[in-house]
């Protein structure tokens, strides 16, 4: 029976695991942000564009509908999302796997792309169009419920690697995964939330460097989270099967 970590023990355990290996978690966590950077740019540029645009035909008196651009961002933004949340899911599988197994070799572009194969892409994807559905019904209620709903899912990828690691068919339910999360979270979304907010002061830091601060934060807060989760699936309080997850 293991008891619950508290934030400064996962935190910990995180240091622990980045210790002497920060060259290998940057490079691992190098494409996510390099992608974030690239996403920040095409909304400005665009929006520049836009407003170029607008400013030049109201100039000579058309009226511009600029529905055909703001098109063209909204689609850009949402394959830039669904790519970095995969590659962001791909990190947190390897993670989760370095922490279990902290001698083994990290790989950090091929290990990065591990939600793009063909073992993991249907389900992570499925989870991702999934819990980003339901959120979005619960934040129509309330932002709060919305926020409350998003964390009760969190740890649907990591179940969804654990199930399919294990499974002897390789058929695992990305729904199942999701309701897993969200039994698995009952008593833990408040420590999780706290755990989030934590890194708050780090980010406003990396923001301050320009991004660069992230290629730190982004491993160690990665590594934080993967322990979370892994001390979750150690915890007696949960139901059988996902303490079977492990066994």
């Given amino acids: 029976m293991e008891r ?4 400064k023990e996962l935190k910990t355990e995180a240091k622990e695991l980045l210790r002497g290996n920060w060259k290998e978690a940057i490079l691992l966590n190098t494409i996510p942000v390099v992608l974030t950077i ?3 740019v095409i909304t400005l540029i665009s929006f520049f564009i836009v407003q170029q645009r607008t400013d030049t035909f109201y100039d000579i008196g058309i ?3 600029s529905y055909e651009t703001s098109y063209t961002e909204d689609l850009w933004s949402t394959i830039i999302g669904v790519i970095s949340t995969l590659l962001t899911v791909g990190i947190s599988y390897t993670f989760l796997d370095w922490l279990r197994n902290p001698a083994m070799r990290i ?3 091929k290990q990065a792309f591990q939600a793009f194969t063909r073992k993991y892409f ?3 994807l499925l989870i991702y169009i999934f819990t980003g559905f339901f959120v979005f019904l619960w934040t129509i209620l309330l932002v709060v419920p919305g926020m409350i709903k998003a964390i009760s899912y969190s ?6 690697k654990d199930r399919k690691t294990l499974s002897e068919n390789g058929k695992v339910s990305s729904l199942d995964c999701i309701t897993e999360s969200r039994k698995m979270m009952k008593g833990y979304k408040w420590e999780y939330f706290i755990l989030q907010l934590s890194f708050i002061g780090w980010g406003i830091l990396s923001i301050l460097s320009l991004g660069i601060g992230f ?3 982004n491993p160690y807060a990665n590594a934080t989270y993967a322990a979370f989760y892994n001390n979750l699936t150690e915890n007696s309080t949960f139901d059988e099967s996902v303490e079977n997850l492990l066994v």
Avoid: C, D, H, M
């Fill in 4 to 7: 619950y970590k508290s934030r």
């Fill in 38 to 40: 690239i996403g920040v």
């Fill in 63 to 65: 009226n511009y509908n």
């Fill in 107 to 109: 790989e950090p572009f």
């Fill in 122 to 124: 249907l389900g992570t």
């Fill in 155 to 160: 740890q649907a990828y990591f179940i969804y």
């Fill in 215 to 217: 290629l730190w934060l």
